[in-house]
């Protein structure tokens, strides 16, 4: 009962400061609007797709965009999240979370839940303005879609926990931005299929292949087709432990990082 | 005897620089101790010790009979703290801040309501609990912040300079408030402080210096021992027979 009602504390926190927090959800749904909109309206001549699962016909470029472009709402919001908790930290206001008497992988995972659900609701927000942009998968996708965007925020949020555990002060953040994030995107198959990569480089395109988003992307991109990615799956799974796994790590004051950084 | 915070031998160093050495304290249930030391002391430090925020193997800590190393979260249960920082979530509401807290101690929604309106009227906010904290002003801030650590009746009430930052009147408002609570609820206070004029005569008084305790006394009887009448010339004696 008593996790129950720290669970639901945490939510609820989580979903009052993102109402609270209108622009971020704007600026959230602007950066995939724009690439949707201005940057996927100049390719769309210059890269047509070839047929590669899941699509069983040609599609645009816009269309092949999408679950990447929901992918990156998630990433970012990952990184918004890790942003918020040094945030936290300096504020003050970890504290308060971190001498909660309970065990704080459990609160941990309780914040990262809050940040996937938060980070669900900016993808299908995203999701609608796509639709009216005339970009539309069957209800079905959709629905499969859910659990997939949930691993995969979870996965890019454990990360993004792994990150503000190493972060000292909020000025370092422009460099996950640079070191982290812009790889992570660029370096995946949100935007290129992996195989229009390896014509031009083949060194990229695996690493483009041991990038974890890029499996997130793709776990992603079947679910809205309907179709299992069970390698995909795997991959982000497992990816989501470890980071878990390390975040809890970073977090605990015997051994993690947090200890270090409090005793300079 | 079972104290209410029991420390013993508790050493921290932050690399090679030892912050506290060796230090033990016995705290009697609804007491109220005056932790005072300069900045630096090592006040902050035994405050994160004590609340688990750092962690040390040397050393022992007790909360309320619950030792940190077996029964961590039964300490933590048994601890409110109010930081020198402030915590609590701007952006968010008197009321929110509260029940994200109460929420964090596992209380069910019926105990959060009940003592949520308990503290609003305890500590006057009731006019201000659908404020967010981002209007409030320093003195309100830090009532919602002491308001907030009872909330979960814990044993013991840890303030790290709470008072720090605020005008004269709001520190001896909020310092009365909490005398009073200690005597009425019968919690046990330990207050950090650098601020001499602070203590009062009848509080139990704890000097923390350069890691190391001077002083650990009812101050009424520390005053008479030195023959000094009050507690800054008492500070005065005891910090400079320790600087070299």
Redesign the interface.
């Known amino acids: ?3 129950w ?2 669970f ?3 939510v ?2 989580e979903l ?2 993102f109402w ?2 209108k622009a971020r959800l704007v600026s959230a749904l602007v950066r995939p609007l724009l690439w949707l909109v201005v940057f996927a309206a100049g390719f769309r001549a210059a890269l047509g797709i070839a047929i590669i699962p899941p699509y069983s016909t040609y599609i645009t470029y816009d269309v092949y965009i999408v679950p990447g472009l929901a992918g990156i709402i998630l990433l970012f919001n990952g990184m918004q999240s890790s942003l918020s908790m040094v945030y936290d930290r300096e ?3 970890m ?9 704080r992988p459990f ?1 941990l995972v309780s914040k990262l839940v809050a940040g996937a659900l938060i980070s669900l609701l900016q993808v299908y927000a995203f999701f609608v303005l796509a639709w009216l942009f005339g970009i539309e998968m069957s209800l079905l996708g959709y629905l499969y879609a859910a659990p997939v965007l949930f691993l995969t925020a979870i996965m890019l949020g454990a990360l993004g926990l792994v990150l503000s555990s190493f972060i000292r002060q909020l000025e370092n953040f422009a460099g996950v931005m640079n070191f982290v994030v812009f790889p992570m995107f660029f370096l995946s198959s949100a935007l290129y299929p992996l195989w229009k990569l390896k014509e031009s480089n083949t060194f990229l395109y695996y690493v483009a292949q041991y990038n974890p988003f890029t499996h997130g992307v793709e776990l992603i991109r079947f679910a809205l087709y309907e179709q299992a990615n069970g390698m995909a799956f795997v991959i982000t799974s497992l990816t989501a432990i470890v980071f878990c796994g390390a975040a809890i790590y970073g977090y605990d ?2 051994r993690g990082m ?2 270090r950084k ?3 | 005897m079972s104290y209410a915070l029991q420390v013993t031998s508790l050493s921290y160093a932050y690399q090679k620089h030892n912050v506290l050495e060796g230090i033990s304290l016995q705290l009697q249930k609804g007491r109220f101790y005056a932790l005072l030391g300069p900045n630096g002391a090592g006040k902050s430090t035994l405050f994160s010790l004590l609340s688990q925020l750092l962690s040390t193997n040397t050393g022992d800590i007790s909360i309320n009979a619950y030792p940190i190393r077996t029964a961590p979260r039964k300490a933590l249960a048994s601890m409110g703290i109010v930081f020198q920082q402030t915590t609590l979530d701007t952006d968010l509401t008197v009321r929110q801040n509260l029940q994200y807290h109460a929420s964090l101690h596992g209380l069910n929604a019926k105990q959060a309501k009940d003592n949520i309106a308990r503290e609003l009227n305890r500590f006057n906010l009731e006019h201000k609990q659908n404020a967010k904290i981002r209007a409030l002003n320093g003195g309100h801030r830090r009532r919602v912040e002491i308001a907030r650590a009872l909330l979960h009746d814990p044993a013991v009430l840890l303030l790290d300079e709470a008072s720090v930052g605020l005008d004269m009147p709001t520190r001896d408002s909020i310092n009365e408030h909490i005398r009073y609570l200690c005597k009425e609820r019968g919690i046990t206070v330990l207050s950090s402080t650098h601020l001499v004029d602070e203590v009062q005569r009848d509080d139990h008084l704890i000097l923390l210096h350069a890691g190391k305790i001077l002083l650990d006394a009812p101050c009424e009887s520390a005053l008479s021992a030195r023959g000094v009448s009050d507690v800054k010339t008492l500070y005065r004696q005891l910090i400079q027979g320790e600087t070299p």
């Open positions: 009962m008593k996790y009602a720290a639901s504390g945490i609820i926190r009052r400061r609270h927090q504020m003050g206001s504290k308060v979370l971190l001498t909660s008497p309970l065990p609160l004051p015997k947090y200890n409090a005793g300079r």
